[in-house]
């Protein structure tokens, strides 16, 4: 997505539609939404000019 602010309003509308499908406890639904949503928010990010390696260096340092 070449235009920022589509490319935001996309992240917004995939996260409020992973939390409706988690909401109604969809598993399925859960599991498409979130797909879409680190699509997006790869996209997104790559467009900021983040790495992924970025993103995993982050997340190295977090217990999950």
């Known amino acids: 997505l070449d235009d920022a602010n589509l490319r935001l309003k996309k992240l917004g509308e995939e996260t409020t539609e ?7 406890n969809n598993t399925e639904e859960a599991a498409e939404e979130a797909a879409d949503l680190v699509y997006h928010m790869m996209t997104a990010l790559r467009a900021a ?4 390696s970025d993103v995993e260096s982050v997340l190295a340092g977090r217990r999950v």
Not at 49 to 52: L, P, T
């Open 18 to 24: 992973l939390v409706v499908a988690l909401a109604r």
């Open 49 to 52: 000019g983040v790495a992924w």
